[in-house]
């Protein structure tokens, strides 16, 4: 079973930094597109960064040049640095990462941590 795990949310003033880390398990083949979504309340769930395995990132408009995603050397997991926080970054932010398993090729989440800044 693949499980993705989230860690280092948590409450920062605004201007502030912090960072996620999103640690992917089981038993896995092969992790394609990595990275992380987040979901404000009342509000959809938007891509905040992804990075493909060949290292190739993307980035919502609205993070660029604040936040940087990076991939571990072992490439099951995934860091978002975030820096000058915002309090509109407060959100819930998921680990994203399409997975080839057991089971095949299969889009997969996190519980989600919570991110809060405050101003």
């Known amino acids: 079973q693949v499980q993705l795990v989230e860690s280092g949310g948590g409450l920062v003033q605004a201007g502030g930094s912090l960072r996620l880390s999103c640690a992917a398990s089981?038993?896995?083949?092969?992790?394609?597109?990595i990275g992380w979504y987040r979901q404000a309340p009342g509000k959809q769930r938007d891509m905040v960064a992804t990075?493909?395995?060949?290292?190739?990132?993307t980035y919502a408009d609205s993070v660029k040049g604040r936040f940087t995603i990076s991939r571990g050397n072992a490439k099951n997991t995934v860091y978002l640095q975030m820096n000058s926080l915002k309090p509109e970054d407060t959100a819930v932010y998921y680990c994203?990462?399409?997975?080839?398993?057991?089971?095949?090729?299969?889009?997969?989440w996190g519980r989600g941590t919570q991110v809060t800044v405050s101003s």
């Open positions: 990075i493909t395995r060949g290292g190739s990132t």
């Open positions: 089981g038993t896995i083949f092969n992790i394609y597109d």
């Open positions: 994203y990462a399409r997975i080839s398993s057991t089971l095949g090729i299969n889009d997969h």
